[in-house]
C-alpha cells in the first residue's frame, strides 16, 4: 500500500513538472538562445531618415523605444487618459507603438490625429474623433499604417522579410507589437509587445495569426503627414 501512494506521489510530481515546464516555455520564461539576422546570412535595413537627428535610423529608433518601454514594464491597464498619454509605468499594446515612435522624434497621436480629420472616412471605428484615445487603438493603428507605411509580407517563415523595428498587428487588430532584432533557432524575429505577460520580448510571431506587418520610412511620406514630438 505504501509502494502504492509512493508511486502515486512520483506520477504526480512529474506530471507537475511537465506542466510547469509546459507553461513556462508557453510564457517563454525558460532561459533560450536567441540568435541574430547575421546568424541566418540575413542584412538588416536601416531607415534612410533619422528624423529626429540624434545619430541613429529610424528603423533602430523604433526598436529601441519598443526595448525601453518593455523594460519599464509597465502595468496593462487600457483607461482612458485625458491629454491622451497614459503615466510611464502604465500601458497597453498601442503605447508600445506610440512610445517607439516617440523615440524615433514622431508624435504618432498628432499623426494619427491628422490623418482623421483629413480623411474620416477612412476610419470606420471612429464615431466621434477623439485624440486622447484614437492613436490608442489597433484599428485606426492599422488603417494609418495601411495608408503611410509600406505593407509587407505576412509570412512568418519569409524570415528575411522582417526587420528590426517593423510593427506587425495580430488577429485583425486584436494586437500590436514591434518586431525585434533578436530571433529563434527559426529565423523567426521575436517581438515587443504588451499583452500584460511577465517578459514583453517573446518568440511569440507563431503563436498569434499575424493580420499586418508594416514598415515605416518617413522617405516614401508626404512632409504634411509627419509631425515631430514635443514635450510641451
Excluded at 204 to 232: C, I, M, N, P, Q
Aim: glycine share 8%.
Amino acid at each position: 500500500m505504501r509502494r502504492t501512494i509512493t508511486k502515486i506521489i512520483l506520477v504526480i510530481a512529474v506530471v507537475l513538472c511537465v506542466v510547469s515546464l509546459f507553461v513556462l516555455d508557453h510564457f517563454g520564461l525558460l532561459p533560450r538562445k536567441t540568435y541574430l539576422a547575421e546568424d541566418f546570412g540575413i542584412k538588416v535595413l536601416h531607415s534612410p531618415v533619422d528624423y529626429n537627428g540624434n545619430g541613429t535610423d529610424d528603423y533602430t529608433d523604433i526598436l529601441l523605444g519598443a526595448r525601453a518601454d518593455a523594460a519599464n514594464h509597465p502595468t496593462y491597464d487600457g483607461s482612458y487618459y485625458q491629454g491622451g498619454y497614459p503615466p510611464a509605468d502604465i500601458g497597453v499594446c498601442t503605447d508600445v507603438v506610440w512610445r517607439a515612435f516617440r523615440h524615433a522624434g514622431y508624435s504618432l497621436r498628432d499623426m494619427v490625429d491628422r490623418d482623421v480629420k483629413a480623411r474620416p472616412e477612412a476610419y470606420p471605428g471612429i464615431k466621434k474623433p477623439d485624440n486622447n484615445i484614437d492613436f490608442r487603438r489597433v484599428s485606426n493603428l492599422r488603417v494609418f499604417f495601411e495608408t503611410y507605411a509600406v505593407s509587407l509580407t505576412v509570412d512568418i517563415d519569409d524570415v528575411a522579410a522582417w526587420q528590426p523595428g517593423d510593427i506587425v498587428i495580430f488577429e485583425k487588430d486584436k494586437h500590436i507589437g514591434i518586431i525585434s532584432d533578436k530571433r529563434n533557432n527559426d529565423g523567426q524575429p521575436y517581438v515587443i509587445h504588451n499583452g500584460g505577460q511577465l517578459k514583453r520580448e517573446q518568440d511569440y510571431l507563431h503563436r498569434s495569426v499575424v493580420t499586418g506587418h508594416y514598415r515605416f520610412d518617413a522617405s516614401r511620406v508626404d512632409e504634411g503627414v509627419l509631425v515631430k514630438w514635443s514635450e510641451e
